[in-house]
């Protein structure tokens, strides 16, 4: 499966619900944009894992993600973004909509900690009347207070499971990236993140991603809005026989990486999860 580019458009633009269509019997496609003023988030599914959630028991699939903040000027850079992920029993059945079991990142992490310090002065100016005899006027004195403040700040990334429904257990995930508001550098521009799924039923689930995204466009603050629903991802034709190199799509080698297949949910995915700061260049003009 080729990579999904999802255009961001300013919020109140009439095409800010964008969605992309395959091709007439193209499972994938690669939607390319040329619009100079247009940030790009590049979303990939690059690997798909079956196996079971327990030995004899559930069926379990492992979804690996890469996430990509374009930004061709270095003027122009994302400040927040929001990515949400559900997941659906792809013929609308609520009784197999697949289950969250756990995602990586998960948790609240601070990226690039640092801590800023600044001099607090202050001057106050108080005064007496002078009431004694042969005192005429005020009676004035001035003193300095100083004091050190000691900020502590950072890129922030937080992931959680989340239930978009009324009733059942989790189906989504929500990742949300805040730049550093003290040194004003972006979000990271890549994240890795995995998915596990537990399903009752061995049959075909679909997931939607929608990104909420903040972007300075040289100093000037604008929202930006994607959205994206791919084609269900067939669990059935992702067998052991499906050519998943043909598809672009990778999965996990039991060989290569220390991984238990039929016991799915005691996987540490979070070694498969990975997030990287980009570092601001400044190239003469």
Do not use: C
């Not at 990334?157 to 989504?172: E, I, P, S, T």
């Not at 040194?183 to 929608?210: E, H, M, N, Y």
């Not at 991802?233 to 039929?262: A, K, N, Q, R």
């Amino acid at each position: 499966m080729e990579p999904v580019e999802i255009l961001l458009l300013e919020e109140g633009d009439p095409n800010s619900g964008f969605r992309t269509k395959n091709v007439p019997g193209d499972k994938a496609r690669a939607v390319l944009i040329d619009r100079g003023d247009a940030l790009t988030l590049r979303a990939a599914l690059v690997s798909v894992t079956h196996g079971d959630f327990t030995p004899n028991g559930d069926a379990a699939t492992l979804l690996i993600f890469e996430f990509n903040f374009l930004s061709v000027k270095s003027a122009r850079r994302f400040t927040s973004g929001m990515i949400i992920l559900t997941f659906e029993d792809a013929s609308g059945n609520v009784k197999n909509r697949p289950e969250v079991s756990a995602i990586a990142p998960a948790g609240s992490f601070a990226i690039n900690k640092s801590t800023s310090t600044r001099d607090v002065h202050q001057t106050f100016n108080a005064s007496i009347k002078g009431n004694a005899a042969g005192a005429g006027g005020d009676l004035g004195y001035v003193w300095d207070t100083s004091k050190v403040e000691e900020t502590q700040h950072a890129t922030t990334l937080v992931g959680m499971k989340r239930l978009f429904a009324d009733f059942g257990k989790d189906n989504g995930v929500i990742w949300t990236l805040e730049e550093d508001k003290v040194k004003k550098q972006g979000i990271p521009s890549f994240l890795r993140a995995a998915v596990l799924l537990r399903r009752k039923d061995d049959v075909p689930f679909r997931f939607t991603i929608s990104v909420d995204t903040g972007v300075d466009f040289e100093g000037k603050m604008r929202r930006l809005l994607g959205l994206e629903k791919p084609d269900p991802v067939d669990p059935v034709e992702l067998d052991g026989e499906t050519d998943l190199e043909d598809l672009g799509i990778s999965s996990l080698d039991p060989s290569v990486v220390d991984v238990d297949l039929t016991n799915m949910r005691d996987m540490d995915i979070g070694k498969h999860a990975d997030v990287v700061l980009a570092t601001l260049l400044k190239v003469p003009a």
